[in-house]
């Protein structure tokens, strides 16, 4: 059964702390890994990694793809209050894209 | 950049009436649309995967009689909840792959709290 597990599930940090967020995947037909930051309604587009070993970065955020090891790592460096949200990992695979379940991650100021 | 916008945001109904949601791209084509559903402190559940001129794709376990998925047009899908029970309560959204999809993936639009009284 295709499926997209993310750990831990909820998290809470001070703020200044690095968090990093995991999401495996069992999936056929892998076309690309996506993570969202949802805090009140749409989830807000992050990242899209399609290949492995090939970091993406934006400001304090970034994320990585291994393929072989079928894992994507979200990372947050110097967090902030700001970042206060559920993190969502998505795999398209086939024709469908699949959500995990999330982390809930709180910074305490 | 992308938009699709969902209509309408907030709806209260009565058990038994019907609920129509639609999504749209404004600005690009989508021939496909993600239909999900929501739960309180919970992820994105894909209800549906809704195909421009032919018959949605339901996933496992979600009644196609029940949430009827149209798809008429590159820019318009539709989701209508049909014989609402409360507990058809939850939030509902829908996404779109983008046009660009290279570095953006999909847009979503900003979601449906569905209320059944």
């Known amino acids: 059964e295709d499926k997209v597990v993310q750990s831990p599930l909820s998290l809470v940090v001070h703020e200044g702390d690095t968090v990093t967020l995991n999401c495996s995947y069992e999936v056929t037909n892998f076309r690309s890994l996506l993570w969202y930051k949802q805090e009140k309604k749409a989830p807000t587009f992050l990242f899209m990694l399609t290949s492995s070993g090939i970091e993406k970065k934006s400001g304090r955020l970034s994320s990585i793809l291994d393929k072989k090891e079928l894992f994507s790592i979200l990372n947050i460096t110097a967090t902030q209050t700001g970042d206060s949200a559920i993190y969502l990992c998505?795999?398209?695979?086939?024709?469908?894209?699949?959500f995990g379940a999330g982390t809930i991650l709180r910074v305490k100021s | 950049g992308a938009v699709v916008s969902q209509h309408p945001s907030r709806v209260i109904c009565k058990s038994g009436t019907s609920v129509k949601i639609e999504c749209r791209s404004l600005?690009?084509?989508?021939?496909?649309m993600f239909w999900y559903r929501q739960f309180p402190k919970q992820s994105l559940m894909l209800m549906a995967t809704?195909?421009?001129?032919?018959?949605?794709?339901?996933e496992q376990g979600v009644e196609k009689d029940k949430f009827l998925i149209n798809h008429a047009s590159l820019t318009l899908s539709t989701l209508t909840v049909t014989s609402a029970h409360p507990e058809d309560s939850s939030f509902y959204i829908c996404?779109?792959?983008?046009?660009?999809?290279?570095?953006?993936?999909?847009?979503f639009g900003s979601g449906t709290r569905l209320t059944v009284v």
């Open positions: 809704s195909n421009e001129g032919s018959k949605a794709t339901y």
């Open positions: 600005d690009f084509q989508a021939t496909t």
């Open positions: 996404s779109a792959e983008t046009s660009g999809r290279a570095n953006y993936g999909y847009t």
């Open positions: 998505a795999v398209e695979y086939g024709n469908k894209l699949v």
